[in-house]
């Protein structure tokens, strides 16, 4: 079984998981997301791991970040030091084989409706997020943004935890 999710809906269900804390460990991310799943009898991607493999994934393939050289050091970052990363790319590929990040993709209107179930006007919609997190986002790297800013941005782009269920299917092994 193989799963899509675009890279605004990897960085929107990290802000819903994380309640708009930024500075939120990868691995008490990774915890939040096996607890939804766990609790709510879905899987983000293809199984109950996707979610925390496609991101550490992203940070040992993807980046050039100094100082990572084991799983316990992805497990000690912060996402803020991995939205920018994240939005640098279209959507991350996952299956039995492994997660892999895709920078450009022109979809069609099947494509769309098959891998994201979205129709051209959600994709849009989609993208218009994705540059407006890119915008507020450039900098939390490395400037604090508070998390009360964070949840009035998510509620000005209409990031909710709908995109939990969105981006999940049922688990098929509970």
Known sequence: MAKSILSVDMVSIGLVLGEG?????LEELYNRAMYYQTNERRVIGASNT?????????????TQ??????????LQLKFRDIICETLNFEEVYMNDEGENWITSINYDDEQLARYFKLDRKGYTAKIEIKEAMSSFFRYCHNNPIDSGQ????MKQV???KQILE??????PFC
């Open 158 to 160: 209409g990031i909710t």
């Open 150 to 153: 964070i949840n009035d941005f």
């Open 21 to 25: 804390d930024i500075d939120i460990t």
């Open 166 to 171: 969105e981006c999940s299917e049922d688990n």
């Open 65 to 74: 970040m100094d100082g990572i050289f084991d799983y316990n050091d992805v």
């Open 50 to 62: 996707d979610f925390s493999a496609a991101l550490t994934s992203l940070v040992f393939f993807n």
